[in-house]
């Protein structure tokens, strides 16, 4: 994941007891990963994720604290963790091992038999709080683009930027567009994207929404 022109590491988590580079600047991190099952294992263990003391430096508006347990029949989400508040976001683990399921958790799409998720001083779930899905203030991307097939790629973009007021926007449309690459595609409809252009025009529009968190 990382490339060229990546900022040095502004902090690590441990993963499993490996070292795990933070990278670049900006959103959130977190890391996950789990072995698979083994014989006569009826759960995974627990992710076993050891914040650095960089995060115990750190206020409770300045960091993400998430515990779920969610169970299902041949599989247990354990995770466990603390991360800063911002940062970008790095989420990678082997097929199976409860990649989208940690991140349907945070959003609010799944019934974990035990949630706390807490982000810069914000609790969105606890024993006695659930935000609902659409008082979250967040941005989901799912792996499907999910674009309105009846829009152009102008005018997906623009259901995010009309969904918040004036001073809300931190975003501009033109530059979400130029960061995409999506200038010279701004006319066409869902049908005429290939490749990963449909991918980065649903990242654009959730962009759009100048949501606190990205996921």
């Not at 902090?11 to 900006?26: T, W, Y």
């Not at 263990?45 to 300045?62: F, N, R, T, V």
Request: hydrophobic share 40%.
């Amino acid at each position: 994941v990382a490339g060229p022109g990546c900022v040095p590491p502004r902090c690590a988590l441990r993963l499993c007891g490996s070292p795990c580079a933070f990278l670049r600047q900006a959103w959130l991190l977190v890391y996950w990963s789990a072995h698979p099952l083994l014989p006569g294992q009826s759960t995974y263990p627990a992710a076993g994720i050891s914040p650095l003391p960089l995060h115990d430096k750190l206020s409770a508006d300045q960091r993400l604290e998430a515990r779920f347990e969610l169970q299902r029949k041949d599989f247990m989400l354990d995770a466990h963790f603390t991360a800063p508040g911002k940062g970008v976001t790095a989420l990678f683990g082997p097929s199976g091992s409860g990649k989208t399921t940690l991140l349907r958790c945070i959003a609010g799409l799944e019934k974990p038999k035990r949630a706390h998720f807490t982000i810069n001083g914000q609790c969105w779930h606890d024993d006695h709080i659930n935000l609902a899905v659409h008082r979250r203030p967040m941005a989901y991307v799912f792996q499907e683009a999910s674009l309105f097939p009846h829009l152009n790629v102008r005018e997906n973009m623009a259901y995010g930027w009309r969904r918040i007021t004036k001073e809300q926007r931190k975003l501009q449309f033109d530059d979400v567009s130029a960061w995409l690459g999506l200038e010279a595609l701004l006319e066409r409809r869902p049908e005429q994207l290939s490749g990963g252009q449909p991918q980065r025009v649903a990242i654009a529009r959730a962009l759009l929404t100048s949501p606190p968190l990205l996921l």
